[in-house]
């Protein structure tokens, strides 16, 4: 077996693990509007994931615009519920991008590990709490949007592996975007920038993002299904929604004039990000 086979092996283990332990929690799963729309927001944001958007910040937008998911548990909701879609994303960019096994293997572990901390305190934050870490989390993807649509993203070199100091520093940098994402920071676009400034080839970024959060996820989300952190029905919806998305995005569409739509998330991560921090405002005053 190829290195790539067992990391793909060890993701479907992963990911059957999650699956098979959160659908015994969901046999009560009560079928209302909500699953319905978390269908429809896993399959549109999902399907714009595949193709290097990023799906928190939206779905947080359509959380809040419709009321579908109380602030306190949207990063619970956000991590459980886009779960294995990130899992298909990831077993086809690993499958056909190339990257150094250990390489590869290390940023993964690094992500991971900073998820299973962070998950561990999020997953015990109050409302206005997490609307604080939201709101601030979502500027900084707000910040990093911005930096790619006026600077492009990073040219790397054709390196397809990190060692010494610089595999060290994209290990800390991957624990730390592991633990932002618990706060609904998408790991996707800050990955790619520090992976490229590492020197890499910026194509490398996909498996090493797509592999992160595939990892991180189902390992992070677990710890929100077991103190029931998050909205099962719309996290469910997500799920149903976003893995055919996935799908479609990788192997039919597989490239879009993506420059509206990223300026229209970043728009909306805005005013999401606004609207949080003046909410958790709010609360503080009365």
């Given at each position: 077996m190829t290195p790539a086979t067992v990391l793909l092996a060890a993701l479907a283990l992963v990911a059957a693990t999650f699956a098979v332990g959160w659908g015994i929690r969901l046999r009560r799963l009560r079928r209302d509007g909500a699953l319905g729309w978390g269908i429809v927001i896993g399959a549109v944001t999902n399907f714009f994931d595949t193709l290097g958007i990023g799906s928190f910040a939206p779905t947080t937008a359509a959380f809040r615009?419709?009321?579908l998911?109380?602030?306190r548990i949207i990063p619970g909701t956000l991590?459980?519920?886009?779960?294995?879609p990130s899992v298909a994303q990831?077993?086809?960019f690993i499958a056909i991008v190339e990257v150094e096994p250990w390489t590869l293997a290390s940023m993964i572990v690094a992500a991971v590990a900073g998820a299973w901390l962070g998950a561990?305190?999020?997953a015990g934050w109050d409302?206005?709490?997490v609307q604080i870490g939201m709101g601030l989390a979502l500027l900084a993807a707000a910040a990093l949007m911005l930096r790619q649509q006026v600077a492009g993203t990073p040219?790397?070199?054709?390196?397809v592996s990190l060692a010494g100091v610089w595999l060290a520093l994209g290990l800390a940098g991957n624990f730390v975007l592991g633990a932002l994402m618990m706060v609904g920071v998408g790991l996707y676009a800050p990955c790619m920038i520090l992976v490229t400034l590492l020197g890499m080839n910026a194509k490398a970024a996909f498996p090493v993002m797509m592999g992160s959060c595939a990892f991180l996820m189902p390992v992070a989300g677990w710890r929100f299904v077991v103190r029931d952190a998050y909205a099962p029905a719309v996290a469910f919806g997500l799920t149903v929604g976003g893995i055919p998305a996935v799908l479609v995005a990788a192997f039919v569409v597989r490239a879009l004039p993506l420059e509206a739509v990223r300026t229209l998330v970043l728009c909306v991560t805005v005013y999401t990000a606004l609207t949080m921090l003046l909410a958790a405002r709010r609360r503080a005053e009365r």
């Amino acid at each position: 077996m190829t290195p790539a086979t067992v990391l793909l092996a060890a993701l479907a283990l992963v990911a059957a693990t999650f699956a098979v332990g959160w659908g015994i929690r969901l046999r009560r799963l009560r079928r209302d509007g909500a699953l319905g729309w978390g269908i429809v927001i896993g399959a549109v944001t999902n399907f714009f994931d595949t193709l290097g958007i990023g799906s928190f910040a939206p779905t947080t937008a359509a959380f809040r615009a419709l009321s579908l998911v109380s602030d306190r548990i949207i990063p619970g909701t956000l991590n459980v519920g886009h779960a294995l879609p990130s899992v298909a994303q990831a077993l086809v960019f690993i499958a056909i991008v190339e990257v150094e096994p250990w390489t590869l293997a290390s940023m993964i572990v690094a992500a991971v590990a900073g998820a299973w901390l962070g998950a561990g305190v999020v997953a015990g934050w109050d409302r206005r709490r997490v609307q604080i870490g939201m709101g601030l989390a979502l500027l900084a993807a707000a910040a990093l949007m911005l930096r790619q649509q006026v600077a492009g993203t990073p040219a790397g070199a054709e390196a397809v592996s990190l060692a010494g100091v610089w595999l060290a520093l994209g290990l800390a940098g991957n624990f730390v975007l592991g633990a932002l994402m618990m706060v609904g920071v998408g790991l996707y676009a800050p990955c790619m920038i520090l992976v490229t400034l590492l020197g890499m080839n910026a194509k490398a970024a996909f498996p090493v993002m797509m592999g992160s959060c595939a990892f991180l996820m189902p390992v992070a989300g677990w710890r929100f299904v077991v103190r029931d952190a998050y909205a099962p029905a719309v996290a469910f919806g997500l799920t149903v929604g976003g893995i055919p998305a996935v799908l479609v995005a990788a192997f039919v569409v597989r490239a879009l004039p993506l420059e509206a739509v990223r300026t229209l998330v970043l728009c909306v991560t805005v005013y999401t990000a606004l609207t949080m921090l003046l909410a958790a405002r709010r609360r503080a005053e009365r």
